[in-house]
């Protein structure tokens, strides 16, 4: 089982940029998961997709993100990142970088692979 680590949280005010990174114990990218994506889940909600890329580097993104989020991948260094601007309050969350098939990526709950211990982003004044 490949373990996911997330990185690069913290504290920020409303319109300030954090660059979370997600790093892996294995490969991030595989035969089983041919993508992977970036979800969070806010304080008494649910976890929630919030962009995605593929090996082939297809993206994806939530609407709420969209234009503010940019997602990508090093193969060489086996790491993804999201770069995430203009931040909000409502961006405040755990977020968490998970893997597998390009069909399940927008639903977190469907995926096989196991969740690490997220990290946390607070956008606030």
């Known amino acids: 089982q490949v373990q996911l680590v997330e990185s690069g949280g913290g504290l920020v005010q409303p319109g300030g940029s954090l660059r979370l990174s997600c790093t892996a114990s294995?490969?991030?990218?595989?035969?089983?998961?041919?993508?992977a994506g970036w979800y969070r889940q806010a304080p008494g909600k649910q976890r929630e997709f919030v962009a995605s890329?593929?090996?082939?580097?297809?993206?994806n993104y939530a609407d709420s993100v969209k234009g503010r989020f940019t997602i990508s991948r090093d193969s060489a260094k086996n790491t993804m990142d999201l770069q995430m601007n203009s931040l909000k309050p409502e961006d405040t969350a755990v977020y968490y970088c998970?893997?597998?098939?390009?069909?399940?990526?927008?639903?977190?709950?469907?995926?096989?692979?196991?969740w690490g211990q997220g990290t946390q982003v607070t956008v606030s004044s």
């Open positions: 294995g490969s991030i990218f595989d035969f089983y998961a041919l993508g």
């Open positions: 890329i593929t090996t082939a580097g297809s993206t």
């Open positions: 998970n893997r597998g098939p390009p069909w399940l990526l927008m639903t977190p709950d469907r995926l096989r692979g196991s």
